[in-house]
C-alpha cells in the first residue's frame, strides 16, 4: 500500500500525485515497454527526501529518484518496475554556489542545462557547463549519476563532478570526499577526500538518493573551432579510428570526436521519407545514397571541436588536416566562419528552395556549435522521431515522448583501436538488416583510449509488430555485444536484470553494499541490481 | 596466534618469516613511534593471497598488506598495530601485460617502478609511467592504491589506473570496472564499467587486498621542458598561485607546479650544517639565510615541466613567463639545454672547487629531469635526510630507514587560491618555531583547482627529546589543519584513528561497507578505518 496521506503530510498535498493523468505521463518512454508508477512525489528538500524514505520503509514501497526524467532511451522517467513511487526531484532546482574563480558550481538534481547556463550568462561568469544533448531541460546531475557524456573536453560528467550529498536508505545524510568534515574548505575541488574514495558507489547505481552536487565547469577557452569530416569510403572507418587515436591519447584533441554514418546524421536532421519510401520499411539502397549523397554526407562523417589558446587551435587544425588527409576532406569553423556560412546558405536556400534536407541540416549547424560551447540544445531530440509517421516540425521537439517517438539506445564500450571499429559494424549492421531497421550507428572517441558505439533502433511505437521487432533486435544486439565483450556504459531499465547474466560475483557484492547502505531496499528497487526483487 | 605453520603449507617454509632479525626489519618507520608485526609472508600469487586470508580469518589475524613498504613518511612497511601479519606481496612481481596501442600495462602489487621502466626501454616502447619521488624501488600499484601523486600529466595515480583484481575478506576475488564480464575487451582502457563504479573503495581502505592493477602510460611527447623559478620575496606566495591557477585550470600546463620554500630545497640536497650552526637546532635565520643566498634559492621555488609538441612548449614558455616575470626570473631547461649546463657547471665546481652546495643541486638537476620524463630516481630519498648528523653521501641512500631518518609529513589539501596559501603559511610557520624544527614547507599545485602543502618534520630519530618534540609538532599540525577544514590527502599509520574526531557518519559507513567486504575483519585492521578494534 503507498501511505499518499502520509506523504501528503511531509510534502504537503499539491506535491503528491496519483491522478490517472499524471500516473499516464510518467508511464512513458520510448522504449517498447514502460512501467507505471504507483504515485509521483515532488519534494523541495532533503529534509523532505528523508522522510519519504523513512516513510516509505515503513509501508515497504520503492521509491524511485528521477531528476528531471530525461533518460531519454534507456526509460526516461520510469522506474525499474511497476507499482514504485517516482520521487520527482525537479522542484530541488537551487543553485547552491558557483565559485568563478576555482570554476566549478554546486547544484541540486532539478538544476537544468539551460538554468545554470543562463545564471552564468547572466551574471557574465566565463565558464561553460558540458551540457549532454538531452535538451536544455535535462538535469545536469541526473545525467553525470548515469555516466553521461558530452563534447567538450569536460565531457566525462562524473569526472568532472566533486562532492555529494546523499541521503541514504536507512536516513543518514552522508557528504562524500571532504563534505563530511565541518568546516571543510576543498569539497569541491578535490575528489578523493580522505580514506576510501565513494563517489563512484553512487552512479548508476540505488544506493542513495544525490541531493546535492558539485560539478567543474570549463574556463571559456580564447578559441574553440568545430571540425567536420567527410570520409566517403564505408571501409575506411577503421583508418579513421587509427588516425585519429594519437590526438585523442596525447590529449592533442580534447573533446570527444564523433564519427558517424550516413544515416545516422541523415536521420538526425530528417525523419524517414515515408513518401518517397512508399511507405515501406526499411530504407532501400537507392534511396539511401540518393538522400545520404544529396545531403553531402559521407559514408563516416567525423565531427568534434578543438579548444585553447588561437595558437593552440591553429596547431591542432594542422595535426587533424595532416590525419585525415587521406580519408577526406576536413573543414573547420570558427565563430566568425559560422556566421558568414550559415547567412550565405541561408539566403541561397531561401532564394532558390534548394535542398530543403540540407537546409535543415545548416540551420542545425548553429545549435550544434552552441553545444560545443556550452549552450543546451533541443536540436538532437528531433533525431528520437525518425520513424514516427507524422511530419514534425524541428523546432517544436522538447520531448521525444509527445511524439510517441520509439527509440532505443544500446552502447558498447570498445578498445580505440580501428579493427575493433570495423569488425563491430561487420557485428552489427547484419542484425540492422535482419530485423529490418537502418542501422543509425556512430562511434565516439570518448576518452583517450575507449570509444563508445552509440546504437540506435528507431521505431514507430503506433505498430505494434514493429515494436515486438524492435524489441527483438534490441535483445539481439545485447547477446551479440555481451558475448563480444562489448559492454555497454550504460543501460536501459529492462536491462538491467540482465546485467548478471555472464558476470556473478561483482552483482552480488554490490547487493551485499545495498544490504548495508539501503537495508530495506527502498531506493529504486532493480535499479543496475540484478539481485533485487522486483 | 599466529598459525605459522599453516601459511608455511600454503606458500613454502622459506616465505614465512618470524626470524627476529626480519621482525625488526620491518618494524622500522621514520615516524616517532613504529609497530611491530607478529610474522611477514611473501606469497607469490592471488590464490596463495586467497589461502592465507582464509586461513587468517580461521584464526583471527590481522593481515597487512604492503606492496614494496616504501611508504615513507606515512609509515613505511608497518602496520597500522603491533601484531599484525604484513602481507609482502614483493614476489608478486609480473608485469601482465603491455599494450602499446593503448598505452597502458597491467601489474601486480610488487612491480616496481623501476622495473616497468626498464621493461619499456628494453622493448622500445616510447610510454613513459609517471614515477613518484619515493624511488626506484618502490611499487607503482602501492602508490596508486595510497592516492599518491607524481609530477607529470599522470601524476594523479589513482586517475590514471583502470581495471582492479581484488581479493576479498570473505575469500572472493572481485575484478572490477568491465573485468568481471568474461571477455572484457576494455576492461583496461574504461574505468566505470558498468553499475556502481567500484575502485575508489579500494583506495586508502582495508576492503581487500589488490593483486592486479591496469595503469595508463604515457605517450612520449615530441617536446618537454622543465621550467624553474626563483622567487626572491617571501610575501609573493600567493601572488604566484594565484598567477599560475589559469595556467592550471585551463590545462595548459598539466604537470604539478611544485613550489619549495628556501629550505625545503635546500634541505633536499643537503643535510643540516651540524659543524656551521655549533650543533644547535633549529638554524639560526643567519645560517638560513646564508645557505639559501649561497645556493641561489628564492624564498620559493617554483618548478614544473611542459610536454607537448614543440610548438605547444614554445606557447606554454611565452604564456609562464608572462605569469611569473612580476615575481621572478623563469628558466627553462630542455634536452639540449641539460647536457650543455650541466657538463659546463661540472667543469667549473671540479675546477675550482667551489660551492659545494650548488654541486649537489646541479648533480641532481639530471634526476629530477629524468623523474619528469618517467624515469624513476632515489635523489629525493636524501631530502628525508637532514636532521640525520652522520654525513651521507647522497648516492647511497636507496633507503630511509638504513639511516635512522626522523621524517613525518603531513599533506593538508586547499583551494587553490593566493589567500589560501598564504594563510596557511601564516599558521604553519609559527608552529615549526616553537617546536623548534625548521620550516620545510612545500605548495604544489596538483590538479586543476587543488593544492597540496606538504609540511614535512625533520627530525633526529636518535634523540628521544627530539623525537617527543616531533610528535607534538606532528599532532598541532593535526590539530591546526583539520581545525581549518585543511584536510590532509592520505596520512600516517598512527593518524587514522583520529579521522572520525570531527565526522562520524562518513567513517560509520566506511565501517558498514568494510562489515560485508571482511566480515571479520582481516584486511589491516585500521587502516583508514578509526572505528575498526585493534
Redesign the interface.
Known amino acids: 500500500m503507498v501511505p499518499i496521506q502520509k506523504f501528503k503530510d511531509i510534502i504537503g498535498d499539491e506535491f503528491v500525485f496519483n491522478d490517472e493523468l499524471t500516473i499516464q505521463r510518467y508511464a512513458r518512454a520510448t522504449l517498447t515497454k514502460s512501467t507505471t508508477p504507483a504515485a509521483v512525489l515532488k519534494p523541495l528538500n532533503s529534509t523532505e527526501v528523508t522522510a519519504i524514505i523513512e516513510t516509505a520503509k515503513e509501508f515497504h514501497v520503492g521509491i524511485y529518484p528521477v531528476s528531471r526524467g530525461c533518460n531519454w532511451g534507456y526509460g526516461s522517467a520510469c522506474a525499474v518496475g511497476d507499482g514504485q513511487v517516482i520521487l520527482d526531484l525537479s522542484r530541488m532546482n537551487r543553485i547552491i554556489h558557483v565559485d568563478a ?4 558550481a554546486v547544484i541540486e538534481p532539478g538544476v537544468t542545462q539551460i538554468q545554470l547556463v543562463s545564471y552564468l550568462k547572466e551574471k557574465n561568469i566565463p565558464l561553460w557547463l558540458d551540457c549532454s544533448g538531452s535538451g536544455p531541460g535535462a538535469s545536469i546531475l541526473g545525467n553525470t549519476l548515469e ?1 553521461g557524456f558530452g563534447h567538450t ?1 569536460y565531457g566525462d560528467h ?1 569526472l568532472h563532478s566533486c562532492g555529494m550529498e546523499v541521503v ?1 536508505g536507512d536516513g ?5 570526499g ?1 563534505g ?7 569539497t569541491h ?2 575528489k ?14 540505488n ?1 542513495g538518493v544525490v541531493t546535492r552536487l558539485g560539478i ?1 565547469l570549463m ?1 571559456m ?1 580564447e578559441c574553440l573551432n568545430m571540425f567536420y569530416c567527410n570520409v566517403p569510403r564505408e571501409g575506411d572507418l577503421a583508418a579513421v579510428v587509427d588516425a585519429l ?2 590526438l585523442k ?4 584533441v ?1 573533446s570527444l570526436i564523433h564519427i558517424g554514418n550516413d544515416l545516422r546524421v541523415f536521420s538526425s536532421y530528417n525523419q524517414y521519407p515515408w513518401e518517397k519510401a512508399g511507405n515501406k520499411t526499411p530504407l532501400t539502397d537507392d534511396l539511401r545514397e540518393q538522400f545520404c549523397k544529396k545531403g553531402g554526407f559521407g559514408a563516416w562523417n567525423v565531427s568534434g571541436a578543438i579548444y ?2 588561437r ?2 587551435v591553429r ?1 591542432t587544425r594542422k ?1 587533424l588536416k595532416k590525419a585525415l588527409k587521406p580519408l577526406g576532406q576536413i573543414r573547420f569553423i570558427g565563430d566568425r566562419t559560422l556566421v558568414g556560412v550559415l547567412n550565405c546558405l541561408s539566403r541561397l536556400f531561401d532564394r532558390f528552395s534548394l535542398f530543403p534536407e540540407l537546409r535543415t541540416l545548416f540551420k542545425s549547424l548553429d545549435k550544434v556549435y552552441g553545444l560545443l560551447k556550452g549552450e543546451p540544445t533541443d536540436a538532437f531530440l528531433f533525431g528520437t522521431l525518425w520513424r514516427v509517421k507524422i511530419a514534425v516540425n524541428p523546432e517544436t521537439v522538447t520531448d521525444p515522448l509527445d511524439f510517441n517517438a520509439g527509440m532505443m539506445w544500446i552502447a558498447p ?5 580501428g579493427n ?1 571499429a570495423e569488425r563491430l559494424i561487420q557485428l552489427v549492421n547484419p542484425v540492422f538488416e535482419e530485423y529490418g531497421f537502418e542501422p543509425l550507428i556512430t562511434v565516439s572517441l570518448i ?4 570509444m563508445v558505439s552509440v546504437i540506435t533502433i528507431s521505431y514507430d511505437k503506433d505498430d505494434p509488430g514493429e515494436c515486438k521487432r524492435a524489441q527483438e533486435c534490441y535483445d539481439a544486439f545485447f547477446s551479440l555485444i ?10 536501459n531499465i529492462h536491462t538491467m536484470k540482465k ?1 548478471a547474466e ?2 556473478q ?6 547487493k ?2 545495498k ?3 539501503d537495508p530495506e531496499g527502498i531506493i529504486a528497487p532493480g535499479r ?2 540484478p539481485f533485487d526483487k522486483l
Open positions: 574563480t576555482l570554476a566549478y555516466r573536453p562524473f541514504l543518514r545524510t552522508l557528504k562524500t571532504y563530511h568534515y565541518d568546516n571543510a574548505q576543498a575541488v578535490f578523493y577526500g580522505i580514506g576510501p574514495y565513494m563517489d563512484g558507489l553512487f552512479t548508476q547505481s544506493f567543474w574556463p577557452p587515436r594519437p591519447l596525447s590529449g592533442q580534447k585553447g589558446t595558437a593552440q596547431m595535426a564500450i570498445m578498445p580505440m583501436t575493433t576518452t583517450e583510449r575507449a555481451m558475448a563480444q565483450g562489448y559492454v555497454p556504459y550504460r543501460t546485467l555472464r558476470s560475483t561483482f552483482w552480488e557484492i554490490t551485499k553494499i544490504s548495508v547502505l543496475y541490481q
